[in-house]
């Protein structure tokens, strides 16, 4: 890139960064508030400083970090599997097969992102908290140098700027970064650094310089090259493009084949592409009003305990109030000591103070929704139908908390992680079904309030098998439900895994299996039953033969003995046959 054509793009940047300076000064007051050690919006850190040096309450502070807190406990809690791949068709994804396949990427991806080199963890906890505060943050999905694995990071709002595009996405973001000489080097080469970088490799190796750091869509970027193959093949849809703005040179153009940025926003209004918490902009006044509440408490206090002293000139030099000190009286005076300093009479009553902090105390708690975040109380004494109507109330008063999150928050951070996993060709195509080839992937959540609403689901299913239960003990002889599907959806409500539930062809082969084994046990029973027959008929012709009724084998019967000669009737054990 030329030096005009990076002056121009850091210039864009410029002006976007000085139209958002208003937004700093109003992130920088709640930061004060609420987010201490984030109010560096218009001031700047150093080493050492006391945050909440300011701050008389810490209530507010305490409010903003239970929610900040409740966010990954409720929605990306480390010990379950807080999120599963779905195609959002309930018929292909209850599939064993697909199932299956969808389980397997579900595990690579988790694997990924809790990988200790990704610091996912790190990143949305940081991201957590600004998303809660200001309500929007920045985290960028990225693959290692190594291309090994996936690195995640947390931006400071203050140095991010972007646009929307037509449909309201984040697509276009400059960020304003501070780079050593030693990471510029390691970074990009030697060959493409300024000549003021080359030196402070040398001797000041770490020296900060001003980046720019730019995501854009391709059309937007004036970029010639095509990638693909040897005749030109189709330009990938963003660039990410790094300048050093203090010399005005290029450091790189990276074609992208995706915006690298999770731009989360929790509240947005319509003309401007950024957005407000409605948690600190409820909070706010109350959180201003509970710091100068905190003070004048703390002044009554102080003067309730160490009261101020009225002190006669002539008898008094001065009053020192403090443990084992001495105060000198002048006792030629035609006064009582005792007379001479006495406290002023303060009649003031702190519960009324009091009072006044735990009606603001709720107020803020209010603005957070922390009135919201637990789960209901159900008893030992409460029916089904009562724990239901509990669970459903519960989530619709969370899901104006939440439901934001779900979508503009861990969706893309999924999204993002899933195509960076495809480019570095962490799946195994032999693991993925045929039918999931040409399915578009998206991401279900399991978290206390998917939970809930999955239970449902099971809940519903043993209602009715209480209900065709009695209907049968009653005489009803034929069931008006597929009672085989709702037994496989309640299963399926309560999250089993995948490898538990038998595909169709499973299901086939085991049936196959049991006929077969029901034909051998069938016909060992006819063979026992036929040789029990065998030896009775057996005995039977013995005794006949002792007894002179038949000859022996091989003997010939006496022709005078004809008459003597015995016919067997043919069905005269048929009886002991059949049974």
Not at 527 to 548: E, I, N
Request: with cysteine; aromatic share 8%; proline share 5%.
């Amino acid at each position: 890139m030329s030096d005009a054509r990076a002056k121009e793009i850091v210039d864009l940047g410029d002006r976007l960064f000085a139209k958002k300076d208003p937004l700093n000064s109003l992130h920088q007051e709640i930061a004060e508030n609420f987010y201490v050690e984030r109010a560096t919006f218009t001031t700047e850190a150093f080493l050492g400083k006391d945050f909440a040096a300011h701050v008389m309450d810490s209530h507010p502070m305490q409010a903003r970090r239970e929610l900040g807190d409740s966010i990954s406990a409720t929605l990306r809690p480390r010990d379950q599997q807080w999120f599963k791949t779905t195609t959002l068709d309930e018929e292909r994804d209850a599939e064993p097969e697909n199932a299956r396949a969808l389980e397997y990427v579900t595990k690579t991806i988790r694997s990924a992102i809790y990988d200790p080199r990704a610091k996912f963890v790190r990143a949305t906890k940081e991201g957590d908290h600004d998303f809660i505060t200001f309500g929007q943050c920045v985290v960028s999905v990225e693959e290692s140098y190594t291309r090994d694995h996936l690195y995640y990071r947390c931006f400071h709002i203050r140095d991010c700027a972007w646009l929307e595009n037509a449909i309201g996405d984040v697509d276009h973001l400059h960020r304003r970064d501070r780079m050593t000489a030693r990471t510029m080097r390691r970074m990009f080469g030697e060959k493409v650094l300024h000549k003021s970088v080359k030196t402070a490799c040398e001797k000041e190796p770490g020296r900060e310089f001003n980046v720019r750091v730019i995501c854009l869509p391709t059309e937007e970027y004036d970029y010639s090259k095509l990638r693909g193959d040897k005749k030109g093949g189709k330009k990938l849809p963003y660039m990410l493009v790094y300048v050093d703005a203090d010399n005005m040179q290029c450091l790189r153009e990276a074609p992208a084949p995706d915006f690298i940025y999770v731009v989360p926003r929790w509240r947005t209004i319509s003309g401007s592409q950024y957005a407000f918490s409605p948690a600190t902009v409820a909070a706010l006044p109350d959180g201003r009003m509970s710091q100068a509440l905190a003070r004048i408490l703390l002044e009554a206090g102080e003067k309730m305990v160490d009261p101020p002293m009225l002190a006669r000139s002539e008898a008094i030099r001065e009053v020192n109030l403090q443990a084992g000190s001495l105060t000198w009286a002048d006792l030629e005076t035609d006064q009582k000591l005792a007379e001479a300093a006495v406290p002023f009479n303060l009649n003031g009553d702190m519960r009324t103070g009091f009072a006044m902090r735990a009606d603001l105390r709720q107020l803020v708690d209010n603005g957070f929704y922390i009135n919201k975040l637990r789960l209901p109380q159900t008893g030992p004494d409460m029916t089904a139908t009562q724990v239901r109507a509990l669970i459903e109330e519960h989530i619709r008063n969370l899901l104006p908390v939440f439901e934001p999150m779900e979508h503009e928050y861990n969706t893309k951070l999924l999204d993002k992680s899933y195509m960076r996993l495809l480019a570095m060709q962490k799946f195994d195509p032999s693991r993925l079904s045929d039918d999931l080839s040409s399915a578009n992937v998206s991401w279900g959540f399991k978290n206390p309030l998917q939970e809930a609403s999955s239970r449902i689901l099971t809940q519903q299913y043993r209602e009715v098998f209480e209900i065709e239960t009695q209907a049968m003990q009653t005489g009803v002889k034929q069931s008006s439900v597929n009672m085989d599907k709702a037994r496989r959806d309640g299963i399926r409500g309560i999250g089993v895994p995948s490898t538990w539930i038998k595909t169709e062809d499973e299901i086939a082969a085991d049936a196959k299996k049991m006929a077969q084994e029901e034909m051998v046990a069938k016909a060992a029973q006819q063979a026992a039953t036929a040789a029990d027959v065998g030896q009775k008929v057996g005995d039977a012709a013995l005794a006949l033969q002792q007894g002179g009724v038949i000859p022996p084998p091989g003997a010939q019967p006496a022709a005078e003995n004809d008459n003597m000669r015995v016919e067997i009737p043919e069905d005269m054990f048929a009886d002991e046959a059949t049974a």
